[in-house]
């Protein structure tokens, strides 16, 4: 097994954290204050080509594969994580829908668009009454005529309400299967819609320069022809989606972990109590040790599900081993780097608390742990009920 990483990725590691702490470092604690979108940082991550990382270059995509995605993301996220997830909602949940599931005519409408950043796609999935039950959607797609006509409401969508919104694919009943329950499709809403809303959300804990939109759709009339994919196939669509945000999820929350580790670091090293660095004192060097050993595990982990990903592989217990323990680890973390802050640690003045904030989404977004929890209990053969 060669676990060296190439010299395409090594310089993708190299030129994302040099953009990151040019141009991002230097405004992400006032964008976050702010509580402010940057439509000026989003096109330049485009530029760089973050945005269809795993998209062919014919459609306008970067093609540079998910391991050296998951890296771009990673150090993205080490620097803000508001940034890391406009890039990574805007892949994951955004394009790869399109790509994957799209037709040749979709695919040439909207993906070099998506591609350059002259626009984004978000996934409208997560519904008020709909979180973690994603079947228990109420959102409707009718056919009437040439057309589908939706009537619902999306909650907590990441890029759906900012300038640079161009498409949202949305999941909804269309029907009704032989066996009675709900047939989930997913179609493809221009923004700018007639009978789509876009309201963005405020007042966030995390994320807080990320964009984040509630949607409804009071008989929004959408073309028979936006329906992505086959009738019926949206609930199998929006599993294989998720798969894919995992990944991007786990990269956050590597990328956070590191920086909670370095700052750690940087400060045990630094801060003198009782005439020593506190990091000089085991129980201080023990979390840094810790936080150490954790991230290696979370890099390997997470590295080898984008691997199975590149080589088209099944990650469906892969990406959300990844995804769960990258999350919590980083929420470990950012608890021992705050405690070795103390009470700076407390302050906006210190990077470590808005890591801390942003953390906590990692454990809900793209599937609770306890949901993952179960996704990864189904795939080793744990069988009963509930289950």
Request: proline share 2%.
């Amino acid at each position: 097994m060669d676990f060296d990483l190439s010299d395409e990725q090594n310089l993708t590691r190299q030129s994302i954290r040099t953009f990151a702490e040019s141009e991002i470092r230097p405004i992400a604690r006032d964008l976050d204050e702010k509580e402010e979108f940057s439509v000026e940082l989003t096109r330049k991550m485009a530029d760089l080509g973050l945005l269809g990382c795993f998209v062919s270059e014919e459609y306008g995509g970067s093609n540079m594969g998910y391991v050296s995605y998951a890296i771009a993301v990673e150090e993205l996220a080490r620097v803000d994580g508001s940034q890391a997830a406009t890039i990574a909602a805007g892949n994951s949940l955004g394009i790869g829908p399109i790509y994957y599931f799209g037709n040749e005519e979709q695919k040439k409408e909207w993906l070099p668009r998506l591609c350059t950043g002259d626009c984004l796609a978000a996934f409208g999935l997560t519904e008020p009454d709909a979180g973690s039950d994603a079947g228990g959607s109420r959102t409707t797609a009718t056919l009437d005529g040439d057309g589908w006509i939706i009537n619902g409401q999306k909650i907590f969508i990441t890029n759906s309400a900012c300038s640079l919104t161009g498409v949202i694919v949305v999941q909804a009943v269309s029907g009704r299967r032989e066996d009675g329950k709900p047939e989930i499709s997913c179609l493809i809403v221009p923004a700018g819609t007639p009978g789509l809303t876009a309201n963005e959300m405020k007042n966030k804990m995390m994320w807080r320069s990320s964009n984040t939109g509630e949607l409804f759709f009071d008989d929004c009339r959408v073309p028979q022809e936006n329906l992505l994919g086959k009738r019926g196939d949206g609930f199998r669509q929006m599993l294989t989606t998720l798969d894919g945000g995992r990944l991007s999820i786990g990269a956050m929350g590597l990328g956070g972990s590191q920086a909670a580790f370095e700052l750690g670091l940087e400060y045990a090293n630094s801060r003198v109590q009782f005439g020593r660095t506190i990091g000089s004192f085991q129980v201080n060097s023990f979390k840094l040790a810790d936080m150490a050993l954790e991230i290696e595990a979370a890099r390997n982990l997470l590295y080898k599900a984008c691997w199975l990903r590149e080589n088209g592989r099944p990650i469906t217990k892969e990406a959300a081993m990844a995804k769960l323990f990258c999350s919590e680890v980083m929420r470990r973390c950012v608890h021992h780097a705050v405690q070795l802050h103390g009470g700076y640690g407390l302050m906006k003045d210190y990077e470590v608390e808005r890591l801390y904030r942003d953390q906590r989404l990692l454990e809900i977004g793209e599937g609770t742990s306890e949901v993952l929890r179960i996704v990864i209990a189904r795939n080793i053969g744990v069988s009963g009920r509930g289950m």
